[in-house]
Every structure is written in C-alpha cells, then in structure tokens.
C-alpha cells in the first residue's frame, strides 16, 4: 500500500487504513456485505384523471445515488425527487415508463408498460349523471387523499362525516372542542366545491363520557346542549348548510323515543328544543331528522313522521334522512316509496343516508359472486330510480355509506364477510356503480 499519495488519496488511504484498521482491530469482525442495488417502482393510475400517473421510487440499496425517470421510451429524463412523482400522458395508450439508477458499476433500471386511458373512455362520473340532486359519500379525515381523494374529486359532489362530526369527537371534555378532523373535512369539501352534510350533532351512539355524566342540573345540562349546538353550527355556517340535529331518536320495537341522557336530562320535547336551538345558530341551514328502518318497519315510520310533523308545526325541519342500509332481497321497492310518498307529501327533503347494500345477509357465501353482484347492481339501479321518481323539488340527494368494500362499518358490525358498496379493494367501479348510473340515463 503506498503511503505517498496525493491529499485526497491520502485522505483516502486514511479512510481505507481506518476502514482497514477497524478491520483488523478486530480480526475474526468481518465488514458487512453492501446492501445489494434493486432497483423498483410503483404505479398508480389516477382515478380522477385516467390520463395521469403515479409513480414511487421503491428501490433499495441506493442511498446517494442519482436516479431519473423516462415516461415514453427513450423519452426525456426527469429528475427522480424524493417522494413519489406524477406524470401527465396527453393521450391514451401503452407507455414504457424506466427507472435508471446510476450506480458505481453502471446504470441499473426497472421498467414497466402502462397503459392509460382517456378520461373521456371512463364510466360517466356519478356526480355527473344528474344535476337534480348530489351524489355523497361518507368520508374519514385520513381517507381524502390519493386514490380516496381521487374518487370523491371525481364522482361525488356531497360529503358527509362517517364519525368525526359526532359529538364524541369534537367536544370530548367538558369546554374543550376538537375540531381539528372535522375542519379537516370541512375545508376539502369547501376547497372541492362540494356540499357538505353535517352528521350529527345529538346521537346517543355518540354522547362522551362527560356528557353521559354530567353532573350539573337539568337546565344547566340544557344549556350545555344549547351551547354545543350554537357553537359548532356557527363555526361552520355558510359551509355545512344541512345538519342531522338528532339521529336515531326512536326506540326499535317500541317505536318510542329512546330513553337517551337528552330525554332524560331535557324532558320528552327534547328534540324541538335542540331544532330550534339549531334554527336559532344557523335560520339557512337545512336541519333533517335521521334514523334507519324507516321503509319497512311502519310503526318506527309513523313515529317518525309523528316527530317530523310536530317540528314542522314549528317550522323546525326541512327534511328527513333515510338510512339506507339494505341488502339485495330487502326491504321492497314498496316499503322504499312509503318513505318517500310520506317525506313528499309533507314537502319536505328526502335525504337517501347511509346506501350500502349488502349482498351476503344470509353468510352464505365467502367470495362476492358474479351472481350477486348483479343482483346488487339491480338493487342500487331500483334505489335510484325511486328516488329520481321523486319530484326535484323534494330532492336532496343520496348519500353511499363509504368508498371500497373493505371500508364498510358493515363486516365488524355482522361479523361477517360482504362487498355492500360501489368500490372494490382496489378502487375500481362494481356493477353496483353501474347500477346507479343505469338509473339515471335518459
Ligand atoms: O379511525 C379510528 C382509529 O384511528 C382508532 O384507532 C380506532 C379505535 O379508537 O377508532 C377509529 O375510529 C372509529 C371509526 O368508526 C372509524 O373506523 C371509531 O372508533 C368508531 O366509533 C367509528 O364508528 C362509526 C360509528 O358510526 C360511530 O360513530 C362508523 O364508522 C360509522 O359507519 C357509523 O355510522 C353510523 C351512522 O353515523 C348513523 N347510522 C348508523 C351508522 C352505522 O352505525
């Protein structure tokens, strides 16, 4: 090994003696073998614009080393940043896009033939199908990005918070208030031009601990409502222009109201108190009634409508808000109308909540089959087409209870498998989307 070395190889030989010494410091230490190059990528194409890709640098074993992208064959190098890259093709087709890795030993590179098409080639948006009334969905704040964020930009022009606009989340202790996810929610729907329905200030599903515990009196227990109410509505006037004020107010079976921490703390009239406490917060916000079984099960109907037309006595409401969580062999086409012949009649708003529409009621089947993906795809079409029946102006809109199958509340509440929703695992269109553009072509 020569010691006489020019600086920089002495610094080198240096470095070599000390990399050397470290070495031999410990004889039987032997240096560990460089991580190997592999170089790799992933792509994604867009669901907003079929036109557009994205691409993320996975390759290992290449710290330090420069790297670029080619998005045609043999066409222009760009720069590979840190982070995943987006590239916009300005037709449809088959592109070789490359990875290069320049390493000591030469230039390493994956590549892989994408093919794109025009946005134009996709299905219609279902945003896009009718412009009588919107097309919701329910979202999470960590679930508006991306793919998620694609979709909901694309398809759908109404949001509503599946959880983070419950009282649980955004007043968890007594005259504190976190609004951090739903601001979050808020400010997408503001920022994509999109209606944003509010769900739901009074649930008992979603009281915190503090309120099912309050230790104050009945009318300071009020005005702690009353204030909650005010609070959260005036922050968001202007921009969440319909509330559930209360949801799920009556008692299966009974068809009685539900004997909640509200009733118990505010009296039976409740629920025209915190209306028209929500009247008074925001007199241009629509306020609906919301609560589920409401096609099938007549007496939970009339007691609703019972509540319905007292508050409409007061000029408290302005629509009602069917859930819809159903399956393909049920409830019937009839029992869906009774609702909607009902909300009509009164004049008011008919908010089709919470759509999803299960295809294995029964858990008879493990895999969704061909068979009942028609069979959903048939049931989402007779949903929609009897809500377009509808008069426009009692529409509203219709409101799907989550983006991909395997997002639905729906398998840890049965326990069991199911594909209810529009998206599969990988974010493309069922039949069941389908289905409810068939219902909507001319
Ligand atoms: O995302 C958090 C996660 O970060 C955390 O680790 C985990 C454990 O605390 O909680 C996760 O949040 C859960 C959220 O669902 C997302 O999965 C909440 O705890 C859970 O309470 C929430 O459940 C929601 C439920 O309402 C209660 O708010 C369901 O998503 C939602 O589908 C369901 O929706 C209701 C409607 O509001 C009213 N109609 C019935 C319908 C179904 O119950």
């Known amino acids: 090994m020569k010691y006489l070395l020019n600086l920089g190889g002495i610094c080198v030989l240096l470095v070599i003696s000390f990399t050397i010494f470290a070495c031999s410091k410990d004889d039987d230490s032997t240096p560990e073998p460089p991580t190997p190059i592999i170089v790799s990528f992933d792509v994604i194409i867009s669901q907003q614009n079929s036109l557009r890709v994205t691409v993320n640098n996975t390759s290992t074993g290449v710290n330090g080393l420069n790297s670029y992208w080619q998005f045609t064959e043999n066409g222009p190098v760009v720069s590979d940043q840190a982070g995943p890259e987006m590239h916009l093709y300005d037709a449809a087709g088959e592109y070789l896009i490359t990875l290069t890795v320049e390493a000591p030993d030469g230039d390493i590179q994956a590549s892989e033939i994408v093919t794109v098409t025009d946005d134009n080639e996709m299905h219609p948006a279902l945003k896009d199908a009718t412009d009588k009334f919107s097309v919701g969905m329910a979202v999470q704040s960590n679930r508006m990005d991306g793919q998620h964020g694609d979709i909901l930009v694309r398809e759908f022009n109404n949001l509503t918070a599946e959880y983070e606009m419950k009282m649980n989340i955004m007043y968890?202790?007594?005259?504190?208030?976190?609004?951090?996810?739903?601001?979050?929610?808020?400010?997408?729907?503001?920022?994509?031009?999109?209606?944003?329905?509010?769900?739901?200030?009074?649930?008992?599903?979603?009281?915190?601990?503090?309120?099912?515990?309050?230790?104050?009196?009945?009318?300071?227990?009020?005005?702690?409502?009353?204030?909650?109410?005010?609070?959260?509505?005036?922050?968001?006037?202007?921009?969440?222009?319909?509330?559930?004020?209360?949801?799920?107010?009556?008692?299966?079976?009974?068809?009685?109201?539900?004997?909640?921490?509200?009733?118990?703390?505010?009296?039976?009239?409740?629920?025209?108190?915190?209306?028209?406490?929500?009247?008074?917060?925001?007199?241009?916000?629509?306020?609906?009634?919301?609560?589920?079984?409401?096609?099938?099960?007549?007496?939970?109907?009339?007691?609703?409508?019972?509540?319905?037309?007292?508050?409409?006595?007061?000029?408290?409401?302005?629509?009602?808000?069917?859930?819809?969580?159903?399956?393909?062999?049920?409830?019937?086409?009839?029992?869906?109308?009774?609702?909607?012949?009902?909300?009509?009649?009164?004049?008011?708003?008919?908010?089709?909540?919470?759509?999803?529409?299960?295809?294995?009621?029964?858990?008879?089947?493990?895999?969704?089959?061909?068979?009942?993906?028609?069979?959903?795809?048939?049931?989402?079409?007779?949903?929609?087409?009897?809500?377009?029946?509808?008069?426009?102006?009692?529409?509203?809109?219709?409101?799907?209870?989550?983006?991909?199958?395997?997002?639905?509340?729906?398998?840890?509440?049965?326990?069991?498998?199911?594909?209810?929703?529009?998206?599969?695992?990988a974010f493309q269109p069922k039949r069941a989307h389908t289905g409810f553009l068939e219902a909507l072509e001319d």
Request: net charge negative; hydrophobic share 40%.
């Open 172 to 425: 968890p202790s007594e005259g504190n208030y976190d609004f951090t996810a739903a601001d979050a929610i808020v400010d997408y729907g503001v920022t994509n031009d999109m209606d944003i329905h509010g769900h739901t200030l009074i649930w008992h599903n979603a009281i915190p601990d503090w309120v099912d515990n309050f230790s104050g009196t009945d009318q300071e227990f009020e005005d702690m409502i009353e204030d909650y109410i005010t609070t959260v509505m005036t922050r968001y006037a202007g921009e969440v222009r319909s509330w559930d004020v209360v949801n799920e107010a009556i008692e299966d079976g009974s068809n009685q109201l539900r004997n909640s921490v509200f009733r118990q703390r505010m009296g039976d009239d409740y629920i025209s108190k915190c209306y028209q406490f929500a009247r008074n917060a925001d007199p241009d916000a629509l306020l609906f009634y919301n609560d589920y079984n409401l096609t099938f099960d007549v007496g939970k109907q009339a007691a609703m409508f019972d509540i319905v037309d007292d508050l409409a006595s007061q000029n408290l409401i302005d629509g009602v808000g069917a859930q819809m969580h159903i399956d393909i062999f049920f409830p019937s086409s009839a029992q869906i109308q009774s609702v909607v012949d009902g909300t009509v009649s009164r004049g008011l708003k008919m908010h089709f909540a919470e759509l999803d529409v299960r295809v294995n009621p029964n858990n008879d089947i493990t895999s969704f089959t061909e068979a009942r993906a028609i069979a959903q795809q048939n049931k989402v079409r007779e949903v929609v087409e009897i809500y377009d029946a509808m008069p426009d102006v009692n529409k509203f809109a219709i409101t799907i209870w989550g983006m991909r199958d395997t997002e639905t509340w729906l398998i840890d509440f049965w326990g069991q498998p199911d594909w209810p929703l529009l998206y599969d695992v």
